[in-house]
Nanobody, 124 residues
Framework: QVQLVESGGGLVQAGGSLRLSCSVSGGTFGSYLMGWFRQAPGKEREFVAAIRRDGGDTHYATFVKDRFTISRDNARKTVLLQMNALTPEDTAVYYC?????????????????WGQGTQVTVSS
């Protein structure tokens, strides 16, 4: 069974940085497309970023605006999300997701496995 565990969330001031990590157990990590989503209070979960299983392609939501970087370490079965220049609008629970696929997909329902989420709070 595939399990995803996020870490690295917390409270940060506007303009600060956080690095989220998602560790994956079970399955073959190198076969999974990995994505990050987020859900702010009162809003639907939305796509943030995704990385192809070989790391050769990435895709970001437009609101990221070059502030976030997704990366993966297949040897350590980990995917990272480096978030810089954070604003209060980035406050949300951030979720890691996995899909057994090659091509990047952007929609929540397309992913097969999900973590429990990690809270990111950005104060003004």
């Amino acid at each position: 069974q595939v399990q995803l565990v996020e870490s690295g969330g917390g409270l940060v001031q506007a303009g600060g940085s956080l690095r989220l990590s998602c560790s994956v157990s079970g399955g073959t990590f190198g076969s999974y497309l990995m994505g990050w989503f987020r859900q702010a209070p009162g809003k639907e979960r939305e796509f943030v970023a995704a990385i192809r299983r070989d790391g050769g392609d990435t895709h970001y939501a437009t609101f990221v605006k070059d502030r976030f970087t997704i990366s993966r370490d297949n040897a350590r079965k980990t995917v990272l999300l480096q978030m810089n220049a954070l604003t209060p609008e980035d406050t949300a629970v951030y979720y890691c997701a996995a899909k057994y696929a090659y091509r990047i997909v952007l929609y929540e329902h397309q992913y097969d496995y999900w973590g429990q989420g990690t809270q990111v709070t950005v104060s003004s």
